[in-house]
Protein backbone atom coordinates (compact mmCIF):
# COMPACT_ATOMS: atom_id res chain seq x y z
CA UNK A 1 0.00 0.00 0.00
CA UNK A 2 2.81 2.47 0.27
CA UNK A 3 4.00 2.69 -3.29
CA UNK A 4 1.77 5.23 -5.46
CA UNK A 5 -1.60 5.95 -4.00
CA UNK A 6 -4.56 6.01 -6.34
CA UNK A 7 -6.94 9.71 -6.36
CA UNK A 8 -9.07 8.35 -3.88
CA UNK A 9 -6.67 7.13 -1.18
CA UNK A 10 -4.43 10.73 -1.83
CA UNK A 11 -8.05 12.42 -0.93
CA UNK A 12 -9.11 10.26 1.93
CA UNK A 13 -5.45 10.95 3.21
CA UNK A 14 -5.69 14.50 2.05
CA UNK A 15 -8.70 16.25 2.78
CA UNK A 16 -8.25 15.70 7.07
CA UNK A 17 -4.55 16.38 6.51
CA UNK A 18 -5.56 19.74 5.04
CA UNK A 19 -8.25 20.92 7.67
CA UNK A 20 -6.06 20.23 10.70
CA UNK A 21 -3.35 21.78 9.09
CA UNK A 22 -5.44 24.76 7.96
CA UNK A 23 -7.71 24.93 11.12
CA UNK A 24 -5.37 23.43 13.62
CA UNK A 25 -1.91 24.39 13.46
CA UNK A 26 -1.99 27.76 11.15
CA UNK A 27 -4.53 28.88 13.85
CA UNK A 28 -1.29 28.21 16.95
CA UNK A 29 0.67 30.03 14.90
CA UNK A 30 -1.65 33.15 14.63
CA UNK A 31 -2.06 32.86 17.92
CA UNK A 32 1.99 33.33 18.62
CA UNK A 33 2.18 35.92 16.02
CA UNK A 34 -0.25 37.89 17.68
CA UNK A 35 1.07 37.52 21.31
CA UNK A 36 4.21 39.56 20.03
CA UNK A 37 2.19 42.53 18.58
CA UNK A 38 1.30 45.49 20.06
CA UNK A 39 -2.09 45.99 21.77
CA UNK A 40 -3.68 49.06 19.96
CA UNK A 41 -7.35 50.73 19.73
CA UNK A 42 -8.30 49.59 16.82
CA UNK A 43 -10.36 47.32 14.74
CA UNK A 44 -8.62 44.36 15.00
CA UNK A 45 -6.93 45.76 18.00
CA UNK A 46 -3.94 45.00 17.83
CA UNK A 47 -0.84 46.55 15.46
CA UNK A 48 -0.14 43.87 12.88
CA UNK A 49 3.79 42.73 12.76
CA UNK A 50 5.87 40.26 10.04
CA UNK A 51 2.69 40.21 7.37
CA UNK A 52 3.93 37.88 4.94
CA UNK A 53 2.19 39.63 2.45
CA UNK A 54 4.65 41.73 2.27
CA UNK A 55 6.99 39.51 0.85
CA UNK A 56 10.99 39.83 1.60
CA UNK A 57 9.94 43.48 3.38
CA UNK A 58 8.63 41.07 6.11
CA UNK A 59 12.18 40.15 7.21
CA UNK A 60 12.70 44.07 7.51
CA UNK A 61 10.13 44.29 10.11
CA UNK A 62 11.02 41.45 12.31
CA UNK A 63 12.40 44.59 14.25
CA UNK A 64 8.90 45.20 14.92
CA UNK A 65 8.24 42.19 17.29
CA UNK A 66 7.35 42.97 20.32
CA UNK A 67 7.44 41.16 23.57
CA UNK A 68 5.91 43.27 25.28
CA UNK A 69 2.39 41.21 26.14
CA UNK A 70 4.94 39.02 27.92
CA UNK A 71 6.35 41.75 29.79
CA UNK A 72 3.31 42.57 31.31
CA UNK A 73 2.49 38.56 31.69
CA UNK A 74 5.79 38.74 33.71
CA UNK A 75 5.42 41.78 35.73
CA UNK A 76 1.51 41.49 36.99
CA UNK A 77 1.74 39.19 39.65
CA UNK A 78 -1.61 38.21 39.34
CA UNK A 79 -0.90 36.22 36.04
CA UNK A 80 1.34 34.20 37.81
CA UNK A 81 -1.10 33.47 40.45
CA UNK A 82 -4.00 32.54 38.30
CA UNK A 83 -1.59 29.58 36.39
CA UNK A 84 -0.64 28.47 39.72
CA UNK A 85 -3.90 28.52 41.33
CA UNK A 86 -5.42 26.67 37.60
CA UNK A 87 -3.11 23.85 38.26
CA UNK A 88 -3.50 23.77 42.15
CA UNK A 89 -7.24 23.43 41.86
CA UNK A 90 -6.69 21.10 38.51
CA UNK A 91 -4.47 18.93 40.61
CA UNK A 92 -6.96 18.87 44.00
CA UNK A 93 -10.07 18.38 41.67
CA UNK A 94 -8.01 15.46 39.57
CA UNK A 95 -7.30 13.17 42.82
CA UNK A 96 -11.02 13.55 44.22
CA UNK A 97 -12.15 12.60 40.39
CA UNK A 98 -9.90 9.48 41.00
CA UNK A 99 -11.13 8.91 44.86
CA UNK A 100 -14.81 9.13 43.43
CA UNK A 101 -14.03 7.36 40.18
CA UNK A 102 -12.52 4.38 40.95
CA UNK A 103 -15.13 2.53 43.62
CA UNK A 104 -17.39 3.27 41.09
CA UNK A 105 -15.85 2.02 38.30
CA UNK A 106 -13.87 -1.28 40.32
CA UNK A 107 -17.61 -1.91 40.81
CA UNK A 108 -18.85 -1.59 37.39
CA UNK A 109 -16.26 -3.86 36.13
CA UNK A 110 -16.84 -6.60 38.76
CA UNK A 111 -20.53 -6.62 38.09
CA UNK A 112 -22.28 -9.31 36.47
CA UNK A 113 -21.25 -9.65 33.05
CA UNK A 114 -24.82 -8.75 31.31
CA UNK A 115 -24.99 -5.50 33.88
CA UNK A 116 -22.16 -4.25 32.23
CA UNK A 117 -22.86 -2.66 29.06
CA UNK A 118 -25.47 -0.81 30.49
CA UNK A 119 -24.01 0.54 33.49
CA UNK A 120 -21.56 2.10 31.12
CA UNK A 121 -23.94 3.99 29.43
CA UNK A 122 -25.24 5.07 32.80
CA UNK A 123 -21.77 5.96 33.60
CA UNK A 124 -21.09 8.00 30.37
CA UNK A 125 -24.45 9.43 29.41
CA UNK A 126 -24.23 12.71 31.38
CA UNK A 127 -20.79 13.15 29.53
CA UNK A 128 -23.45 13.35 26.30
CA UNK A 129 -26.06 16.21 28.49
CA UNK A 130 -24.67 20.36 28.41
CA UNK A 131 -21.95 20.39 30.42
CA UNK A 132 -23.32 24.39 31.37
CA UNK A 133 -26.36 22.27 32.45
CA UNK A 134 -24.64 20.18 34.74
CA UNK A 135 -22.52 22.95 35.90
CA UNK A 136 -25.49 25.33 36.40
CA UNK A 137 -27.14 22.03 38.03
CA UNK A 138 -24.72 22.93 41.06
CA UNK A 139 -25.27 26.79 41.61
CA UNK A 140 -28.79 25.64 42.93
CA UNK A 141 -27.86 22.85 44.90
CA UNK A 142 -24.57 25.05 46.81
CA UNK A 143 -25.71 28.43 46.81
CA UNK A 144 -26.31 29.96 50.73
CA UNK A 145 -29.88 29.46 50.08
CA UNK A 146 -29.69 26.82 48.24
CA UNK A 147 -30.89 22.89 48.30
CA UNK A 148 -27.73 21.63 50.48
CA UNK A 149 -27.97 24.10 52.67
CA UNK A 150 -31.79 24.00 52.95
CA UNK A 151 -31.35 20.19 53.79
CA UNK A 152 -28.81 20.35 56.71
CA UNK A 153 -30.32 23.18 58.25
CA UNK A 154 -33.65 21.42 58.50
CA UNK A 155 -32.52 18.26 59.42
CA UNK A 156 -30.24 20.48 62.38
CA UNK A 157 -27.24 19.10 61.00
CA UNK A 158 -25.79 22.62 60.92
CA UNK A 159 -27.54 26.45 62.46
CA UNK A 160 -25.37 28.59 59.81
CA UNK A 161 -25.50 28.20 56.14
CA UNK A 162 -22.64 27.18 54.58
CA UNK A 163 -20.48 28.77 52.13
CA UNK A 164 -19.51 26.75 49.38
CA UNK A 165 -20.56 28.54 46.59
CA UNK A 166 -18.48 31.39 45.05
CA UNK A 167 -15.56 29.63 46.43
CA UNK A 168 -12.72 26.93 45.19
CA UNK A 169 -14.41 24.44 46.96
CA UNK A 170 -17.55 24.80 44.39
CA UNK A 171 -14.88 24.90 41.43
CA UNK A 172 -13.41 21.44 42.54
CA UNK A 173 -16.92 19.83 43.10
CA UNK A 174 -17.70 21.21 39.67
CA UNK A 175 -14.28 20.36 38.39
CA UNK A 176 -15.30 16.60 39.70
CA UNK A 177 -18.65 16.21 38.63
CA UNK A 178 -18.42 17.49 35.15
CA UNK A 179 -15.33 15.77 34.46
CA UNK A 180 -15.89 12.13 36.49
CA UNK A 181 -17.22 9.93 33.15
CA UNK A 182 -13.79 10.77 31.83
CA UNK A 183 -12.10 9.06 34.63
CA UNK A 184 -14.53 6.18 35.13
CA UNK A 185 -14.42 5.37 31.75
CA UNK A 186 -10.64 4.27 31.38
CA UNK A 187 -10.18 3.28 34.88
CA UNK A 188 -13.29 0.68 34.27
CA UNK A 189 -11.25 -0.61 30.69
CA UNK A 190 -8.40 -0.79 32.66
CA UNK A 191 -9.83 -3.18 35.68
CA UNK A 192 -12.49 -4.58 33.15
CA UNK A 193 -9.78 -6.55 31.00
CA UNK A 194 -7.99 -8.17 33.82
CA UNK A 195 -8.62 -11.60 33.98
CA UNK A 196 -10.44 -12.31 37.32
CA UNK A 197 -8.40 -15.87 37.90
CA UNK A 198 -5.43 -13.53 38.74
CA UNK A 199 -7.82 -12.61 42.01
CA UNK A 200 -8.34 -16.09 42.50
CA UNK A 201 -4.66 -16.98 42.33
CA UNK A 202 -3.68 -14.58 44.71
CA UNK A 203 -6.44 -15.37 47.16
CA UNK A 204 -4.52 -19.05 46.63
CA UNK A 205 -1.42 -17.67 47.49
CA UNK A 206 -2.50 -16.16 50.68
CA UNK A 207 -3.42 -12.86 49.98
CA UNK A 208 -6.29 -11.55 51.48
CA UNK A 209 -9.26 -9.39 49.07
CA UNK A 210 -8.08 -6.12 50.38
CA UNK A 211 -4.11 -7.06 49.41
CA UNK A 212 -4.95 -8.82 46.52
CA UNK A 213 -6.94 -5.67 45.84
CA UNK A 214 -3.75 -3.48 46.61
CA UNK A 215 -1.29 -5.41 45.47
CA UNK A 216 -2.91 -7.01 41.35
CA UNK A 217 -5.77 -4.86 40.81
CA UNK A 218 -4.57 -0.98 41.54
CA UNK A 219 -1.23 -1.90 39.70
CA UNK A 220 -2.50 -3.57 36.99
CA UNK A 221 -4.54 -0.57 36.08
CA UNK A 222 -1.83 1.91 36.46
CA UNK A 223 -2.57 2.45 32.57
CA UNK A 224 -6.24 3.83 33.25
CA UNK A 225 -5.10 5.85 36.16
CA UNK A 226 -2.96 7.45 33.89
CA UNK A 227 -5.18 7.87 31.39
CA UNK A 228 -8.15 9.16 33.32
CA UNK A 229 -6.22 11.80 35.46
CA UNK A 230 -4.57 13.33 32.52
CA UNK A 231 -7.97 13.26 30.15
CA UNK A 232 -9.46 15.10 34.02
CA UNK A 233 -6.30 17.16 34.60
CA UNK A 234 -5.02 18.73 31.10
CA UNK A 235 -8.54 20.25 30.36
CA UNK A 236 -9.75 21.39 33.98
CA UNK A 237 -6.49 23.39 34.03
CA UNK A 238 -7.87 25.75 31.07
CA UNK A 239 -11.44 25.64 32.47
CA UNK A 240 -13.62 28.75 31.99
CA UNK A 241 -17.08 27.39 32.69
CA UNK A 242 -16.74 26.24 36.03
CA UNK A 243 -14.82 28.72 37.43
CA UNK A 244 -16.70 31.68 36.30
CA UNK A 245 -20.38 30.13 37.37
CA UNK A 246 -19.06 28.49 40.72
CA UNK A 247 -15.92 30.38 41.45
CA UNK A 248 -15.78 33.57 43.56
CA UNK A 249 -14.44 37.05 42.40
CA UNK A 250 -11.23 35.82 44.06
CA UNK A 251 -11.49 32.47 41.94
CA UNK A 252 -8.31 33.24 40.03
CA UNK A 253 -8.40 30.57 36.75
CA UNK A 254 -6.00 30.57 33.64
CA UNK A 255 -9.21 30.06 31.36
CA UNK A 256 -11.41 32.92 33.05
CA UNK A 257 -7.97 35.66 33.00
CA UNK A 258 -7.38 34.54 28.98
CA UNK A 259 -11.60 34.60 28.35
CA UNK A 260 -11.37 38.43 30.25
CA UNK A 261 -8.36 39.87 28.56
CA UNK A 262 -10.04 38.99 25.51
CA UNK A 263 -13.28 39.83 26.18
CA UNK A 264 -13.57 42.63 28.32
CA UNK A 265 -10.39 44.10 28.00
CA UNK A 266 -10.08 43.62 24.36
CA UNK A 267 -6.23 42.95 24.56
CA UNK A 268 -5.75 40.26 21.76
CA UNK A 269 -1.99 40.06 22.29
CA UNK A 270 -2.30 39.30 25.94
CA UNK A 271 -4.99 37.29 25.17
CA UNK A 272 -2.59 35.73 23.05
CA UNK A 273 0.62 35.09 25.19
CA UNK A 274 -1.84 33.66 28.20
CA UNK A 275 -2.64 31.29 25.79
CA UNK A 276 0.78 30.92 24.38
CA UNK A 277 2.19 30.38 27.94
CA UNK A 278 -0.23 27.78 28.59
CA UNK A 279 0.37 25.80 25.78
CA UNK A 280 3.43 25.39 26.73
CA UNK A 281 2.67 24.44 30.47
CA UNK A 282 0.48 21.27 29.11
CA UNK A 283 3.15 20.48 26.51
CA UNK A 284 4.31 17.29 28.92
CA UNK A 285 1.22 16.46 30.58
CA UNK A 286 0.28 15.98 26.67
CA UNK A 287 2.94 14.32 24.87
CA UNK A 288 1.99 11.72 28.03
CA UNK A 289 -1.68 11.93 26.98
CA UNK A 290 -0.88 11.25 23.61
CA UNK A 291 1.62 8.46 24.11
CA UNK A 292 -0.84 6.53 26.11
CA UNK A 293 -3.65 7.25 23.79
CA UNK A 294 -1.94 6.07 20.82
CA UNK A 295 -0.04 3.44 23.07
CA UNK A 296 -3.71 2.15 23.75
CA UNK A 297 -5.53 2.45 19.89
CA UNK A 298 -2.81 0.55 18.64
CA UNK A 299 -2.21 -2.23 20.91
CA UNK B 1 -16.11 -13.64 43.07
CA UNK B 2 -19.15 -11.93 44.40
CA UNK B 3 -18.56 -12.51 48.28
CA UNK B 4 -18.04 -8.49 49.12
CA UNK B 5 -20.76 -7.79 46.79
CA UNK B 6 -22.36 -5.28 49.57
CA UNK B 7 -19.22 -3.03 49.15
CA UNK B 8 -19.57 -2.79 45.13
CA UNK B 9 -23.56 -2.34 45.03
CA UNK B 10 -22.76 0.88 47.59
CA UNK B 11 -20.08 1.87 45.32
CA UNK B 12 -22.78 1.45 42.36
CA UNK B 13 -25.23 3.60 44.41
CA UNK B 14 -22.84 6.25 45.48
CA UNK B 15 -21.48 7.00 42.21
CA UNK B 16 -24.53 7.03 40.43
CA UNK B 17 -26.40 9.07 42.88
CA UNK B 18 -23.36 11.74 42.51
CA UNK B 19 -23.85 11.69 38.65
CA UNK B 20 -27.78 11.99 38.19
CA UNK B 21 -29.09 13.42 41.68
CA UNK B 22 -28.20 17.33 40.78
CA UNK B 23 -29.90 16.43 37.27
CA UNK B 24 -32.91 14.92 38.85
CA UNK B 25 -33.17 17.93 41.18
CA UNK B 26 -32.49 20.49 38.67
CA UNK B 27 -35.52 18.51 36.47
CA UNK B 28 -37.77 18.36 39.35
CA UNK B 29 -37.55 21.99 40.21
CA UNK B 30 -38.23 23.47 36.42
CA UNK B 31 -41.75 22.32 37.48
CA UNK B 32 -42.15 24.60 40.72
CA UNK B 33 -45.11 26.87 40.73
CA UNK B 34 -42.61 29.05 42.82
CA UNK B 35 -39.53 31.26 41.51
CA UNK B 36 -37.50 30.58 44.62
CA UNK B 37 -35.75 27.02 44.23
CA UNK B 38 -35.66 25.78 47.73
CA UNK B 39 -39.16 26.52 48.18
CA UNK B 40 -41.96 24.26 46.76
CA UNK B 41 -44.88 26.22 45.60
CA UNK B 42 -46.40 23.41 44.14
CA UNK B 43 -46.66 21.57 40.50
CA UNK B 44 -46.53 24.06 37.69
CA UNK B 45 -45.86 23.84 33.87
CA UNK B 46 -45.80 28.05 33.87
CA UNK B 47 -41.87 28.02 33.24
CA UNK B 48 -42.52 25.98 30.02
CA UNK B 49 -45.00 28.32 28.54
CA UNK B 50 -43.07 31.30 29.11
CA UNK B 51 -40.21 29.42 27.71
CA UNK B 52 -42.28 29.30 23.87
CA UNK B 53 -43.07 32.64 24.41
CA UNK B 54 -39.25 33.68 24.51
CA UNK B 55 -38.74 34.69 20.81
CA UNK B 56 -34.53 34.84 21.30
CA UNK B 57 -34.38 31.64 23.02
CA UNK B 58 -36.08 30.14 20.24
CA UNK B 59 -34.23 31.47 17.69
CA UNK B 60 -30.79 30.52 19.12
CA UNK B 61 -31.82 27.09 19.98
CA UNK B 62 -33.01 26.80 16.29
CA UNK B 63 -29.56 28.52 15.64
CA UNK B 64 -27.85 25.66 17.36
CA UNK B 65 -29.31 22.64 15.71
CA UNK B 66 -28.63 24.07 12.36
CA UNK B 67 -24.71 24.15 13.59
CA UNK B 68 -24.88 21.18 15.24
CA UNK B 69 -26.48 19.33 11.93
CA UNK B 70 -24.46 21.19 9.57
CA UNK B 71 -21.04 20.96 11.37
CA UNK B 72 -21.57 16.90 12.29
CA UNK B 73 -21.75 16.03 8.90
CA UNK B 74 -18.57 17.54 8.05
CA UNK B 75 -17.17 16.52 11.12
CA UNK B 76 -18.01 12.72 9.96
CA UNK B 77 -16.65 12.69 6.31
CA UNK B 78 -13.26 13.95 7.27
CA UNK B 79 -13.06 12.32 10.78
CA UNK B 80 -14.03 9.11 9.06
CA UNK B 81 -11.14 10.09 6.43
CA UNK B 82 -9.09 10.39 9.06
CA UNK B 83 -9.43 7.05 10.99
CA UNK B 84 -8.92 5.13 7.27
CA UNK B 85 -6.06 6.51 7.48
CA UNK B 86 -4.57 5.61 10.72
CA UNK B 87 -5.83 2.63 10.30
CA UNK B 88 -5.37 1.41 6.29
CA UNK B 89 -2.41 3.27 4.90
CA UNK B 90 -0.01 1.98 7.14
CA UNK B 91 2.91 3.89 8.26
CA UNK B 92 2.30 6.97 6.16
CA UNK B 93 5.01 10.12 6.24
CA UNK B 94 3.76 12.25 8.85
CA UNK B 95 1.59 9.52 10.92
CA UNK B 96 3.42 10.72 14.09
CA UNK B 97 2.32 14.15 13.42
CA UNK B 98 -1.14 13.42 11.95
CA UNK B 99 -1.88 11.57 14.62
CA UNK B 100 -1.06 13.86 17.66
CA UNK B 101 -3.32 16.33 16.04
CA UNK B 102 -6.19 14.12 15.97
CA UNK B 103 -5.46 13.51 19.52
CA UNK B 104 -4.63 17.37 20.66
CA UNK B 105 -7.86 18.74 20.41
CA UNK B 106 -10.16 16.07 22.58
CA UNK B 107 -7.93 17.58 25.82
CA UNK B 108 -7.19 21.17 24.61
CA UNK B 109 -8.75 23.71 26.72
CA UNK B 110 -11.65 25.22 24.97
CA UNK B 111 -9.97 28.55 25.31
CA UNK B 112 -7.63 28.33 23.30
CA UNK B 113 -9.15 26.74 20.31
CA UNK B 114 -11.41 29.26 20.30
CA UNK B 115 -8.84 31.66 20.60
CA UNK B 116 -7.14 30.12 17.88
CA UNK B 117 -9.85 29.78 15.20
CA UNK B 118 -10.94 33.23 15.95
CA UNK B 119 -7.41 34.86 15.61
CA UNK B 120 -7.52 33.15 11.93
CA UNK B 121 -11.30 33.91 10.94
CA UNK B 122 -9.56 37.60 11.53
CA UNK B 123 -6.64 37.32 9.48
CA UNK B 124 -8.43 35.88 6.85
CA UNK B 125 -10.62 38.53 6.86
CA UNK B 126 -13.66 35.94 7.15
CA UNK B 127 -16.75 37.83 8.85
CA UNK B 128 -18.02 35.54 11.53
CA UNK B 129 -21.10 34.06 11.67
CA UNK B 130 -23.25 30.73 11.18
CA UNK B 131 -19.96 29.09 9.02
CA UNK B 132 -17.31 29.85 11.21
CA UNK B 133 -18.81 28.29 14.31
CA UNK B 134 -19.70 25.01 11.97
CA UNK B 135 -15.82 24.98 10.79
CA UNK B 136 -15.10 25.54 14.68
CA UNK B 137 -17.33 22.75 15.60
CA UNK B 138 -16.57 20.53 13.02
CA UNK B 139 -12.74 20.77 13.51
CA UNK B 140 -13.51 19.71 16.84
CA UNK B 141 -15.57 17.06 16.33
CA UNK B 142 -13.97 15.19 13.47
CA UNK B 143 -11.30 14.50 16.17
CA UNK B 144 -13.95 12.74 18.54
CA UNK B 145 -15.30 10.92 14.99
CA UNK B 146 -11.89 9.98 14.20
CA UNK B 147 -10.85 8.31 17.44
CA UNK B 148 -14.28 6.71 17.44
CA UNK B 149 -14.39 5.18 14.00
CA UNK B 150 -10.82 4.38 14.72
CA UNK B 151 -11.29 1.96 17.41
CA UNK B 152 -14.23 0.67 15.25
CA UNK B 153 -11.98 0.02 12.37
CA UNK B 154 -9.03 -1.53 14.34
CA UNK B 155 -11.48 -4.36 15.62
CA UNK B 156 -12.51 -5.66 11.74
CA UNK B 157 -11.23 -8.49 10.21
CA UNK B 158 -9.17 -7.42 7.76
CA UNK B 159 -9.70 -11.31 5.54
CA UNK B 160 -12.86 -10.14 4.82
CA UNK B 161 -11.79 -6.99 2.73
CA UNK B 162 -9.00 -9.12 1.39
CA UNK B 163 -11.73 -11.73 0.63
CA UNK B 164 -13.42 -9.47 -1.47
CA UNK B 165 -9.84 -8.03 -3.57
CA UNK B 166 -9.47 -11.86 -4.34
CA UNK B 167 -12.86 -11.42 -5.94
CA UNK B 168 -11.73 -8.64 -8.34
CA UNK B 169 -13.11 -5.97 -5.69
CA UNK B 170 -10.51 -2.41 -6.28
CA UNK B 171 -9.71 -1.88 -2.68
CA UNK B 172 -11.46 1.27 -2.82
CA UNK B 173 -14.59 -0.41 -3.77
CA UNK B 174 -13.73 -3.20 -0.92
CA UNK B 175 -14.06 -0.55 1.73
CA UNK B 176 -16.86 1.15 0.37
CA UNK B 177 -18.88 -1.92 0.33
CA UNK B 178 -17.19 -4.03 2.81
CA UNK B 179 -15.28 -2.25 5.30
CA UNK B 180 -17.57 0.72 6.00
CA UNK B 181 -20.77 -0.97 6.17
CA UNK B 182 -19.39 -2.77 9.08
CA UNK B 183 -18.29 0.18 10.56
CA UNK B 184 -21.37 2.22 10.22
CA UNK B 185 -22.58 1.72 14.06
CA UNK B 186 -19.51 3.61 15.13
CA UNK B 187 -19.47 6.46 12.07
CA UNK B 188 -23.11 7.26 13.54
CA UNK B 189 -22.20 6.99 16.97
CA UNK B 190 -19.44 9.53 15.67
CA UNK B 191 -22.16 11.82 14.47
CA UNK B 192 -23.94 11.89 17.31
CA UNK B 193 -20.78 12.81 19.23
CA UNK B 194 -19.92 15.28 16.89
CA UNK B 195 -23.71 17.00 17.05
CA UNK B 196 -23.68 16.60 20.90
CA UNK B 197 -20.85 17.83 21.46
CA UNK B 198 -21.09 21.23 18.95
CA UNK B 199 -25.42 22.08 20.27
CA UNK B 200 -23.76 22.02 23.98
CA UNK B 201 -20.51 23.96 23.12
CA UNK B 202 -20.24 27.40 24.72
CA UNK B 203 -17.06 28.56 24.73
CA UNK B 204 -15.81 28.31 21.33
CA UNK B 205 -19.29 29.39 19.83
CA UNK B 206 -18.80 32.36 21.94
CA UNK B 207 -14.82 33.54 19.96
CA UNK B 208 -16.27 32.09 17.10
CA UNK B 209 -19.79 33.43 16.62
CA UNK B 210 -20.86 37.00 15.70
CA UNK B 211 -23.86 39.25 15.73
CA UNK B 212 -27.07 37.31 14.72
CA UNK B 213 -25.40 34.12 15.16
CA UNK B 214 -26.24 33.24 19.29
CA UNK B 215 -25.79 29.71 19.89
CA UNK B 216 -28.63 28.44 22.90
CA UNK B 217 -25.83 27.78 25.63
CA UNK B 218 -24.33 31.06 24.64
CA UNK B 219 -28.15 32.45 25.11
CA UNK B 220 -28.48 29.99 28.45
CA UNK B 221 -24.87 31.37 29.75
CA UNK B 222 -25.84 35.32 29.22
CA UNK B 223 -29.24 34.35 31.43
CA UNK B 224 -27.61 31.80 34.30
CA UNK B 225 -25.26 35.08 35.01
CA UNK B 226 -28.18 37.19 35.73
CA UNK B 227 -29.59 34.99 37.83
CA UNK B 228 -30.91 31.29 38.08
CA UNK B 229 -34.32 31.04 37.25
CA UNK B 230 -37.10 28.30 36.52
CA UNK B 231 -36.95 28.90 32.86
CA UNK B 232 -33.45 27.66 32.66
CA UNK B 233 -34.28 24.90 34.60
CA UNK B 234 -37.11 24.07 32.04
CA UNK B 235 -34.78 24.86 29.19
CA UNK B 236 -32.53 21.63 30.42
CA UNK B 237 -34.39 19.61 31.21
CA UNK B 238 -36.58 20.05 27.77
CA UNK B 239 -32.65 19.27 26.30
CA UNK B 240 -32.22 16.10 28.81
CA UNK B 241 -35.30 14.81 27.87
CA UNK B 242 -33.70 14.93 24.38
CA UNK B 243 -30.41 13.10 25.24
CA UNK B 244 -32.33 10.80 27.05
CA UNK B 245 -34.58 9.40 24.27
CA UNK B 246 -31.55 9.76 21.48
CA UNK B 247 -29.42 7.34 23.81
CA UNK B 248 -32.43 4.78 24.66
CA UNK B 249 -33.11 4.80 20.82
CA UNK B 250 -29.49 4.14 20.59
CA UNK B 251 -29.87 1.89 23.09
CA UNK B 252 -32.43 -0.36 21.60
CA UNK B 253 -30.99 -0.04 18.33
CA UNK B 254 -27.45 -1.60 19.25
CA UNK B 255 -29.03 -4.26 21.67
CA UNK B 256 -31.53 -5.15 18.93
CA UNK B 257 -28.19 -5.14 16.41
CA UNK B 258 -26.50 -7.04 18.43
CA UNK B 259 -29.07 -9.66 18.75
CA UNK B 260 -29.29 -10.16 14.93
CA UNK B 261 -25.40 -10.70 14.57
CA UNK B 262 -25.54 -13.22 17.26
Keep these: ?299 | MSKPSFVRRAALLFGFAFLYAPIALLALYSFNASRLVTVWGGFSTRWYVSLFENEQLIASAWMSLRVAFVSALLATVVGTCAAIALTRFGRFRGRLAFSSMIYAPLVMPEVITGLSLLLLFVALDIPRGFWTVVVAHATLGMCFVAVVVHARLITLDRSLEEAAMDLGATPGRALLSVTLPLAAPSILAGYGLAFILSIDDLVIASFTSGPGSTTLPMRIYSQVRLGVTPEINAISTILIAMVALVLVAGLALGLTGRGRRA
Design chain 1, 1 to 299: MNARRSLAERLVLGAPWLWLIVFFLIPFAIVVKISLSEAALAQPPYTPVFDLSDGWEALNRLGDLSLSAYAGLADDWLYAQAYWSSLRLAFISTLFTLAVAYPLAYAMARAPLHLRPILVVLAVAPFWTSFLIRVYAWITILKDEGLLNHTLLSLGLISEPLHIFASDTAVVIGIVYSYLPFMVLPLYNAIARQPPELIEAAADLGASPLAAFWRVTVPLSASGVLAGCLLVFIPAIGEFVIPDLLGGSDTLMIGRTLWVEFFDNRDWPAASAVAVVLLGLLLVPMALYERSQMAEAEA
